[in-house]
């Protein structure tokens, strides 16, 4: 073992431990540190002497022999949770840290506090990245995707270990590139986990409408689900979905029969949500998709509902919406879910000055991600194509897709109302859709409402953009025009 170690890692929950052993496994030498609990073995001490015992790792107890056990520039990583815990970690190694060396924060943490934390660091000529890393458990251990940025002049000290833990693609480049300054890597990550929100509710969308409306039972929806895995729906998520619907409890039925439909989360849609209402981006389905989580969790409100509104559907409408459709509509809600999650980190790329490059953002969620799918392929096409693409319903491959799943998609969602069934994100997909290709909506009245209740003004369609014009609707008032107040 050598005497100073390639990189830190702080914290030994499931992701620090499984990155730590991938780390390791990759020929780095690691030093280990984690915050005594009192009454329970250290972490540290678990694992040396567990899953990482006779490997390279040097275990330490204090935070100064810590740091003392990493060569100069020093590379530690944090996996602790986000928040002030990583602002407490910070106030304990600055003291120890000399000029150059770097803190990586591969937690879920805000990129608002990543943006405060590069400039914190850099005052004292100390560099920070903050890195998304995604893939759970077995993507930490065998390699995950890994989305970093913060201090540029970090980039290349740690990309020669970040690049090494990451998934490979198939053509051998790795899951891993530079996002950008200042927060630009978590913000990617947060948007990547709105993207999750979106393709899970999706799914659990398509279940419900396989099992409610076409009465199907959970071996034919396993089949189904696996077969949907052979086409443009290839995923880790719908693989993992056909998995789950043959899993079997030990009295011989279904699991996921058993299982409360009261859908937990971590923050980061919400986080997603509120950086689109921030950029004034149309997040519509990853926006239902969290409320959908949030509604979901009301078990006892839904009950009470559910005897008092007994559901009525049309009849017949479930034979309107045979599989192929079902299939056509999740995907071409995948197809809006990417598309609106891309236009927003277009939008904040722009507004934060990052250049983000969404050709290479897809291809690092290729492999190793939660997301990850042959779709992402697509995407990276479509971006190295035109890197300037407003939106990716314009791409011509993907119109194409939209027009061929267009029939399907319609029906599905009408037989889904017209049933009682909620699907509230392929609805809310399709609703995007029409409102996006809407070239005159139903605007104008809001406008008009505006102006006559608060004298707002408006733009007229035989005007040039830009020139507000008020009336005095009811005769009661005057030319005077409101330029504060937005309600």
Not at 3 to 12: P, R, Y
Not at 91 to 112: K, T, Y
Not at 184 to 212: F, R, W
Request: net charge negative; with cysteine.
């Amino acid at each position: 073992m050598k005497k100073l170690s390639d990189i830190g890692l702080i914290g030994l929950a499931v992701m620090g431990e499984n990155l730590a052993l991938n780390m390791e496994g990759k020929g780095f030498q690691v030093s280990l540190y984690n915050r005594e609990h009192p009454g329970r073995v250290n972490p540290v001490v678990r694992f040396t002497e567990g899953r990482g015992k006779g490997k390279n790792f040097l275990p330490t107890k204090t935070v100064e022999e810590f740091v003392q056990s990493i060569e100069r520039p020093r590379r530690i990583m944090l996996m602790i949770k986000a928040g002030e815990p990583v602002d407490s970690t910070m106030d304990q190694l600055i003291p120890f840290m000399e000029a150059g060396d770097i803190i990586i924060d591969g937690g879920n943490s805000d990129f608002h506090d990543t943006e405060r934390r590069v400039k914190k660091m850099e005052e004292k000529g100390l560099l920070f990245v903050g890195t998304g890393v995604s893939g759970g458990e077995e993507g930490a251990l065998n390699g995950p995707s890994i989305m970093p940025g913060g201090s540029e002049a970090a980039w290349p000290r740690v990309r020669t270990v970040l690049e090494k833990i990451a998934a490979q693609n198939d053509d051998g480049t790795p899951c891993c590139a530079w996002m950008g300054k200042g927060g630009a890597g978590h913000y990617v990550k947060m948007v990547h986990n709105g993207i999750e929100y979106g393709d899970m509710q999706l799914i659990s969308e398509a279940y419900l409408l396989l099992k409610d409306l076409r009465k199907k039972d959970n071996a034919q929806m396993a089949e189904i689900f696996s077969n949907w895995n052979k086409t443009e729906l290839d995923s880790y998520l719908i693989e993992i979905t056909a998995q789950i619907l043959k899993y079997k409890d030990k009295d011989g039925g279904y699991l996921l029969d058993k299982i409360l439909d009261a859908a937990g989360q971590k923050g980061t849609g919400k986080w997603t949500v509120m950086a689109a209402l921030d950029e004034a981006d149309p997040l519509s389905l990853i926006t239902q998709a969290v409320y959908a989580r949030f509604i979901s969790a009301q078990v006892d409100l839904r009950q009470q509902a559910a005897k008092k509104y007994d559901n009525q559907p049309d009849a017949g409408w479930e034979m309107a919406a045979p599989e192929p459709y079902l299939k056509d509509a999740l995907y071409a809600s995948k197809i809006v879910s990417y598309a609106q999650g891309f236009s927003l980190l277009r939008a904040a790329s722009l507004a934060y000055e990052w250049k983000l490059d969404f050709a290479s953002i897809a291809r690092i969620w290729r492999k190793g991600c939660i997301i990850r799918s042959v779709f992402l392929n697509d995407i990276a096409r479509a971006y190295e194509k035109n890197s300037e693409l407003e939106n990716l319903l314009f791409d011509e491959f993907f119109k194409e897709k939209i027009n061929a799943a267009l029939t399907g998609w319609r029906r599905a969602v009408a037989a889904a109302v017209l049933s009682g069934i909620a699907i509230p994100c392929t609805a809310a997909a399709v609703n995007y859709f029409d409102t996006l290709r809407s070239a005159r909506g139903g605007a104008n009245l809001i406008q008009a409402q505006r102006d006559f209740f608060g004298a707002h003004t408006y733009e007229r369609v035989d005007a040039p953009r830009g020139e507000f014009f008020h009336t005095d609707w009811a005769g009661l008032g005057g030319d005077v025009t409101s330029g504060t107040y937005n309600a």
